[in-house]
């Protein structure tokens, strides 16, 4: 929390995402080299290293400095004031729904694609989830509230405007 206001939210949401794509890749890589180099089937259970656990570790860090608390910080800023209630609670709502499913269907993941698969494929979505914020989330630190709803109102606007409207013309039979 005392890193928001040094760095500001976007880089620090954006780093956490960075840190959590590449811990899950390479948490996914390591099982799959050693599961093949060993002999073992994939999935087995490997040799204790200390690697595992270091990547885990920075997994979790780079989680919990960034894409944990930052949503939370955001939900506030990103709705109108109109509807800002409402829909902060429905992304709350949202977002604890998909972490219990994440959670519920594990096991049945890592039957589909064994365990390096779910850590490659968590790495990839963490990979479009950066992609994602790269090019939608804009920095609201420092700013006011009419300040970032002026942003998105913009945004909205110039994209309407590239769109012609396309006019209906009477026809008579």
Request: glycine fraction near 8%.
């Given at each position: ?34 599961s ?68 519920k ?28 914020m790269?090019?939608y ?35 008579s039979?």
């Amino acid at each position: 929390m005392f890193t928001v206001a040094w760095c500001g939210k976007r880089p620090l949401a954006l780093t956490s995402i960075a840190g959590v794509a590449v811990s899950c890749l390479a948490l996914g890589s390591y099982h799959l080299f050693m599961s093949s180099s060993t002999g073992a089937e994939v999935g087995a259970e490997l040799e204790s290293h200390w690697l595992p656990l270091v990547l885990f570790i920075v997994l979790f860090s780079f989680h919990s400095f960034g894409i944990g608390p930052v949503p939370w910080m955001l939900l506030s800023e990103v709705f109108p004031y109109q509807g800002r209630g409402p829909a902060t609670g429905i992304a709350a709502a949202v977002s604890y729904i998909l972490g219990f499913f994440a959670a519920k269907t594990f096991l049945d993941i890592q039957h589909l694609v064994n365990l390096s698969g779910v850590f490659i494929v968590n790495g990839m979505v963490a990979v479009a989830g950066f992609l994602f914020m790269w090019f939608y989330l804009p920095e609201t630190e420092g700013r006011t509230l009419q300040d970032i709803e002026s942003l998105y109102i913009k945004k909205k606007k110039t994209n309407a405007d590239v769109q012609p409207n396309p006019t209906i013309e009477k026809t008579s039979l």
